[in-house]
């Protein structure tokens, strides 16, 4: 069984992610399977663009916790270092839950729409952690306050405030209209314009990777980070909670 599946048509390849069994979490095997769906789309030159969505109502939970480890960030790190690199510009079709790392995955595609159902929230400080590497897309792109607000919050909000701070571009309904645009865009236009819109961010890539994937290695390996994951997995309240 794929746990991302694979279509095109129009000019348009449709990266679906299939793992409900763990709310689409980012495991090293759905990574891989992305990363090789992002490279066929990369060298195809008949896709203008790429659409990344989801079955079931998770967008995205983030990291796999039942294969935290060192490796894990730096993994996440090549992952939105692809999308953000990518020639043809990605679009990402939110209609479920984004948590954690899906909203560095969320944060890393050019466009973002989101349909009604869809939530957002930054739940590390609650396992012990920090949005560390995936600040690395979002901060450039966030308002300031906002992060500040919601990195340390951990609170949940909605379609219309992910759009207002920026982290979502528009609701859903404005999805065939963005993607008639793209299909309408020349390859080297398409990758030209998207190099420019990127630039801030690829900045943050060369300038803070490595500070921030040693920050989340050393986060993930500390005791409160064990407390953290592990009173999530086992649905109870971590000891700084009670």
Known sequence: MTLVRRSSEHGITTLTLDSPHNRNALSSRLVAELLEGLDEAERDGGVRAVLLTHTGNTFCSGADLTEA?????????????????????????????????????????????????????????????????????????????????YYLTGERFGVAEAVRIGLVTAGERELEAI????????????????????????????????????????LFASAEAREGMTAFLERREPVWAR
């Open 69 to 149: 480890g060192p490796d894990g960030p730096r993994a996440l790190v090549r992952l939105m270092r692809t999308v953000v690199g990518l020639g043809k510009p990605v679009v990402a079709r939110v209609n479920g839950h984004a948590r954690a790392g899906g909203l560095g995955l969320l944060g890393a595609c050019d466009i973002s729409v989101a349909g009604e159902a869809a939530t957002f929230a930054f739940t590390e400080a609650r396992l012990g952690l920090a949005p560390a590497v995936i600040s690395l897309p979002l901060l450039p792109r966030l308002d300031g306050r906002a992060a500040a607000r």
């Open 179 to 218: 993607l008639d645009g793209l299909r309408r865009g020349s390859p080297q236009g398409l990758a030209a314009s998207k190099a420019l819109a990127t630039a801030d961010v690829r900045r943050a890539f060369e300038r803070d990777e490595e500070e921030l994937v040693a920050l989340s290695a050393r």
